[in-house]
């Protein structure tokens, strides 16, 4: 079987999405992650709904598949990055989030998309985890539930530093029809699990997967060939699991030279393919 790789569009935040998508699709991908921003389909623009058949036309003349990302630092407040989250204390906040998660939903409607990413958030000072979660839970099926009616796969993240961080904490969430989006430098990161153990692990749950270099407790995501992933192995996971879907890199601090790290990271992950041994016979 062979693994298809998509790339994250917050790694080509100097391009217009136009462009970000031919560069990707010359690369020769097979997908685009795409994180909804205030200059890649504004889910908040007037015309929206135009711009997303447009983009959808596009995406199928150049047989690009999609997965939707929900992580812009500023498109809900330009004054707080990632705010307001679904464990915000402003209920008029949380439900702001959530209704920008709907959006995301149509959204994947209208793109096709295979999945809908998004994660918790961090609770601020002074707000009781168990009333955070609580509201967490409250979000979760409201954009579960919305998801289920639009045929969307809704994917919750874990990630480091918020309160949905490990996969035991996804694990512990009881959430009818709720998928993984598993970002496997994450992995490494909160130290918790080897990345392609993760991926065997959750494979009955997993709705997306992220992929990118990081080092162990460092939560920078780098280039493939400067962290301490395995990247290999992670691949052979997907591999060994079935794994059919779209695997997205996702380098969100490379968009000054995206020019260069989209086409190279795709080679480097077609290099990692090839070390694959001939069967013994």
Known sequence: MT????????????????????LIADAGYQGVALTLDIHHLDPFAEHWVQDAQSLSSRLQRLGLGVVIETGARFLLDPKAKHEPTLVSGDAVGRARRIGFLKRAIDIGDILHAEAVSFWAGV????????????WLNEGLVAVTEYARAKSVVPCLEPEPGMLVETLDD???????????ALDTGHCLVTGERDPAEAVAEFKDRIGTVAIE???RGEHIHLPFGEGD???????????AIGFQKLVCVELSRESHRADVIVPASLSYLRDCRKHKAEPVH
């Open 123 to 134: 609770p601020k000072p002074g707000i009781d985890r168990t009333e955070a979660r609580h």
């Open 3 to 22: 693994l298809r790789f998509a790339y994250n569009t917050n790694g080509t935040a100097n391009h217009r999405l136009a462009d970000a998508v031919d």
């Open 229 to 239: 992933m395995d990247v290999p192995g992670v691949l052979d996971a997907l591999d």
């Open 170 to 180: 996804f694990a512990a969430l009881s959430i009818d029809g709720l998928h993984l």
């Open 213 to 215: 270099d990081m080092k």
